[in-house]
T-cell receptor, first 113, second 112 residues
């Protein structure tokens, strides 16, 4: 079983809908949680960053972390066709882990006009 | 501020050869990490360099190596290439080890 599980999708939604993405993990040492967006043939782009549990909002994006359930979510409101991409969750333990991130497999999202 | 740059962007090599990939981090960033991305395994951590020292290493064979120069630029080398090494190799930089990672566009390596 992988340390971080993510539904590969694809997840298809109509324009304007809310996109809901999530990851589950097994390593209780993870404290830093990130969401990256990756367009085809591009490198991952950092979208959201959260430390420990709680919610964080940035424009149309909301990230939630529930450490008790080992579950993180990303919501995209008022989705646009330009949001069509693969979304990757990533997490790491303490700062001593440096830049060793553990990634989920990614969820493909398709927003249809 | 310019982002992370990687060269070359595409590379085709033959099994048994070796390859060197280059990464220039964001100006002022001192930490460089390398990741391998494949359809089957996803993104996997290779290693991290900070101030020219390898700080962390993933579970890859010794054929994979890297180094960092005094200007923070980094190279990774893969020797005795295997078909399974075909992947997108991503470089990421951060201001310090443990800070937010910013990825480059990657080098797509195809081994035939």
């Amino acid at each position: 079983q992988k340390e971080v599980e993510q539904d590969p999708g694809p997840l298809s939604v109509p324009e304007g809908a809310i996109v809901s993405l999530n990851c589950t993990y097994s390593n209780s040492a993870f404290q830093y949680f990130m969401w990256y967006r990756q367009y085809s043939r591009k490198g991952p782009e950092l979208l959201m960053y959260t430390y420990s549990s709680g919610n964080k909002e940035d424009g149309r994006f909301t990230a939630q972390v529930d450490k008790s359930s080992k579950y993180i979510s990303l919501f995209i409101r008022d989705s646009q066709p330009s949001d069509s991409a693969t979304y990757l969750c990533a997490m790491s333990a303490s700062g001593a882990a440096g830049n060793k991130l553990t990634f989920g497999g990614g969820t493909r999202v398709l927003v249809k006009p | 501020k310019a982002g992370v740059t990687q060269t070359p962007r595409y590379l085709i090599k033959t099994r048994g050869q070796q390859v060197t990939l280059s990464c220039s981090p964001i100006s002022g960033h001192r930490s460089v990490s390398w990741y391998q991305q494949t359809p089957g395994q996803g993104l996997q951590f290779l290693f991290e360099y900070f101030s020219e020292t390898q700080r962390n290493k993933g579970n890859f064979p010794g054929r994979f190596s890297g180094r960092q120069f005094s200007n923070s630029r980094s190279e990774m080398n893969v020797s005795t290439l295997e078909l399974g090494d075909s992947a997108l190799y991503l470089c990421a930089s951060s201001a310090a080890s443990g800070s937010l990672l910013y990825f480059g566009p990657g080098t797509r390596l195809t081994v035939t």
